[in-house]
């Protein structure tokens, strides 16, 4: 039995405990209770676990009893403990490493061909899906952390960097020059170097 606000109460005794007990809020109608439980997170994965467990528990496992735990677990992680997904990946990892472990020796035991090349990729498969269960719980818990990286304009030598700045002044007898090469109008023959006009002797 659990409550729509999500607090908890027993079964009754004689109650099935695959049955669905409902308190609602006065005034909601059978079916606003309803829509309002079909679509709780907690309901809905209780349904899902309630029937692939019935061949590890049994049919006595009690739907509220699920409910509640699933509950309890949801409000640990919102709280910031995530002890209890670390722990369920543990598990699924070392569970599929068994699973491996399996399909390998009995890969390694098939008399033809074919059957060998079966065992042998599902035994891959469950190794590669411990190995991303590995992943997911180092992600988990150690998170990654962006990284911003800010532009860094390194000179060395006579070299000028010069971002989006264009320079004000300009050698005296080069003004003309300078102004026409930043225009591109004048003209566009190339410009002897004047170290080269002085005389020597």
């Given amino acids: 039995m659990t409550k729509l606000k999500g607090s908890a109460a027993v079964v009754p005794k004689g109650v099935n405990p695959q049955g669905l ?16 439980v079909a679509v709780t ?20 496992v009690e739907m509220m009893a699920l409910v509640d735990s699933l509950k309890t677990t ?26 491996f472990t399996s399909l ?4 390694q035991s098939q008399e033809y061909q074919r059957n060998l090349e079966a065992f042998l990729g599902l035994a891959l498969k469950a190794q590669a899906q411990s190995r ?3 992943t997911a719980l180092v992600d988990l818990k150690y998170p990654r952390q ?21 320079a004000e002044t300009a050698p005296a007898g080069h003004a003309d020059r300078s102004a026409q090469a930043r225009a591109g109008t004048g ?15």
Avoid: C, W, Y
């Fill in 21 to 36: 007990v409902i308190i609602g809020e006065p005034g909601q109608t059978r079916g606003q209770m309803l829509a309002q």
């Fill in 41 to 60: 997170p907690a309901f809905n994965a209780a349904l899902v676990v309630e029937t692939f467990q019935k061949n590890l528990m049994g049919p006595d």
């Fill in 74 to 99: 949801n409000a640990a992680v919102k709280a910031g403990d995530l002890s209890a997904l670390e722990a369920m990946l543990v598990g699924q990892a070392i569970a599929l490493q068994s699973m």
């Fill in 104 to 107: 390998a020796r009995r890969a």
């Fill in 132 to 134: 991303a269960t590995i």
């Fill in 146 to 166: 962006a990284t911003f990286v800010k532009q860094a304009n390194i000179a060395h030598g006579a070299q000028q960097v010069n971002n989006g700045v264009q």
């Fill in 187 to 201: 003209n566009s023959g190339v410009v002897k170097n004047e170290l080269l006009e002085a005389v020597h002797g």
